[in-house]
């Protein structure tokens, strides 16, 4: 039986007029990756910030490792960790320092926490720094020591909001990297994310979120096949051709093709993508309809996005550390 | 419970760790009683009357050390406000550790600071020709009861901050909200020598309380006044603070839980 470490029903969190959440829905299965997928203000990090236990909600329930976030918020919080979208560290302590604190408060003894401390800074990076104050870190510097301190004692369940905004592309590779590892030592991962790149490669399943809800959930691949999935492009030489090669492929494939006369395209569906392909060359090509190009499309997760929320993922970041008061209140 | 000793203690240290990594803060800590008796001492010090005769600095600096005291609201209030607008906070919260110790570690560190603060205080006065007349003893027992104000002076720097949040406004606010207070009391002026109202006002007053408790102690002129709060300055001195305490803890402590809305 397949134990679900996150459970969430009905979800539902107002800010005055501004429904945050309404009524959403999650299940993670142990040892598994979900991602939450969203544009800005979608509701991610209200979802996660319920899930552990920062924030109450108005309706619903919700349960972290087996206990109920409401009423056993200490067992939930003994077994998570969260590394928020703004990175939650002691800016006047140095980096060795807040990691000690940490370690101290997840009460190893004072050897003990010097010791993972040390551990940790070597492992992402920052020994070099870890006499330094945290406010003087840069942003991946601070995100990754935010990071360290989830890790002090390996959780049962990990939070992630936004764990790679503001990462060079080394850093993100390292954070994927550890994702992957903790996993595969056992770690549930629940990650939220702007990039659908993440999500495509962390996550086992992801969650499209909009406006409080989830619009969609499932694998990457199905959340893909839900845009009609892979599509076959053909340019043709002559606009004038375009209607009548239109006809043609939508006798071979049974779906009717998008037109763009503008370009001269059309595009269409398909299912067995090869047999397909050659069957729309040659039937083109028996009508003596002049081909300019043809080819096949993957789909793309953002189209998935873009289909299913009617948004592109916004990029438009505040810088980290901003906006956080208003999220507290 | 023992683990919201331990977890109160790491975060004693960790405040205290602040003051060492932000030092500016420290010379503030020294600064700001030296001034006071200096001010106080010396510029108003010459040519008031102390009702029952006696010198006017003697019977001032119990007042002043009341008034260091009572000015150490501003530091624990924008340093608890300072707190909840980081990001910290909210790993403090997902963690499992005991909800009170960043609450009892700021107190328990402010009252480590308020202890360098009288030291300074008492040297400072000691230098201005302030001196304790009753013995060690005694002197100590005022030492205690200017720590016990202390004490409940944080719990309401502490729900102050939970109530403004901004550290900021708090840092605005606190010095009008706190100035009343040392203004209609006995820190200055004996209440018998204001307007009857004022006068009355002064008296109930908890500073006075404890200002007139410790003149006591100290052996400092200024003792007087037949009302009933004069005259049980010494039990008032240990009330008020208790009562404080009692009412202003569990509110912020119940604050502190409901951040979560
Ligand atoms: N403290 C608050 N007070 C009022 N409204 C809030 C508060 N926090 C969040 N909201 C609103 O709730 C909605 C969801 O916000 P949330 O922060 O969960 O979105 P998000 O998906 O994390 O967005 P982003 O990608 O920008 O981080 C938004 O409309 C936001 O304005
Ligand atoms: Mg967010």
């Keep these: 039986m397949t134990t ?27 040892g598994t990756v979900h991602g939450l997928l969203g544009p800005n203000g979608a509701g991610k990090t209200t979802a996660v910030r319920i899930l552990t236990t920062l924030l109450r909600f108005d309706t619903g329930r919700a349960s972290v490792a087996g206990y109920d976030v409401l009423r056993r918020p200490d067992e939930v919080r003994a077994r998570i960790a969260l590394t928020g979208q703004y990175a939650a560290v002691d800016e ?3 980096g060795r320092q807040n990691l000690e604190l940490f370690g101290r408060l997840f009460r190893l003894s004072s050897r003990e926490a010097r010791r993972r401390a040390a551990e940790l800074l070597e492992r992402f990076g920052l020994d070099e720094a870890a006499g330094r104050s945290a406010g003087e870190y840069s942003g991946g510097m601070r995100r990754r020591l935010d990071l360290a301190a989830s890790l002090i004692r390996t959780p049962r369940v990990l939070f992630l909001d936004e764990p790679t905004t503001g990462l060079d592309p080394r850093s993100r590779n390292q954070v994927w990297d550890l994702v992957r590892g903790l996993v595969a030592d056992g770690t549930t991962v629940l990650l939220t994310t702007q990039y659908l790149e993440e999500a495509d490669q962390l996550a086992d399943r992801i969650s499209v979120i909009d406006a409080g809800r989830v619009v969609a959930e499932g694998s990457p691949d199905q959340l893909k096949a839900m845009t009609g999935g892979d599509r076959i492009e053909v340019v043709v030489r ?18 009717q093709p998008e037109l763009d006369p503008t370009v001269r395209r059309l595009s269409v569906p398909v299912l067995d993508r090869v047999a397909g392909l050659v069957d729309v060359v040659r039937g ?3 009508a003596g309809v002049a081909v300019e190009d043809v080819g096949l499309r993957r789909a793309t997760l953002d189209e998935a996005f873009l289909h299913l929320t009617g948004h592109r993922p916004d990029d438009t970041r505040e810088p980290v550390g901003a906006g956080r008061k208003a999220d507290l209140a | 419970m023992s683990t919201a000793i331990t977890d109160g203690w790491t975060m004693t240290r960790r405040n205290m760790t602040h003051v060492v990594r932000a030092p500016e803060e420290l010379i503030l800590y020294f600064s700001l009683p030296i001034m006071f008796v200096l001010v106080f001492g010396y510029v108003f010090g010459s040519g008031m009357q102390v009702s029952g005769g006696g010198s006017y600095r003697e019977f001032l600096l119990p007042g002043v050390f009341v008034m260091t005291m009572l000015y150490g609201l501003g530091a624990t209030a924008t340093g608890v406000a300072q707190d909840l607008s980081r990001g910290v906070v909210d790993r403090f919260r997902s963690m499992p550790m005991a909800r009170s110790a960043l609450m009892t570690g700021r107190s328990t560190a402010d009252l480590l600071r308020a202890l360098l603060e009288m030291s300074t205080l008492l040297i400072c006065g000691l230098l201005v020709g302030w001196q304790w007349r009753q013995g060690v003893g005694r002197a100590l027992l005022a030492v205690g009861l200017l720590l016990l104000l202390r004490i409940a002076i944080t719990w309401v720097g502490i729900y102050l901050a939970l109530l403004v949040r901004n550290p900021e406004t708090v840092g605005v606010i606190v010095f009008p909200a706190a100035f009343p207070f040392t203004a209609i009391s006995n820190v200055f002026v004996s209440p018998e020598l204001m307007p009857s109202i004022i006068g009355t006002i002064s008296e109930w007053n908890p500073l006075s309380a404890t200002v007139a ?12 006044g037949d009302s009933w709060p004069a005259e049980h300055a010494m039990l008032l001195a240990v009330l008020w603070p208790v009562l404080l305490i009692a009412t202003f803890a569990p509110l912020a402590v119940r604050r502190y839980q409901r951040l979560s809305r």
């Design chain 1, 284 to 286: 083109l090509d028996d």
């Design chain 1, 4 to 30: 679900f470490e996150v459970v969430a029903e009905g979800l539902g969190k107002r800010y005055g007029p501004t429904r945050a959440l309404d009524t959403f829905d999650l299940t993670v299965p142990a």
């Design chain 1, 92 to 94: 006047i302590l140095s």
């Design chain 2, 213 to 224: 408790a410790i003149r006591e102690l100290f052996g400092n002129p200024g003792l007087g």
């Design chain 1, 238 to 255: 002559d606009a004038a051709e375009l209607a009548h090669a239109g006809r043609i492929v939508a006798a071979i494939c049974g779906a």
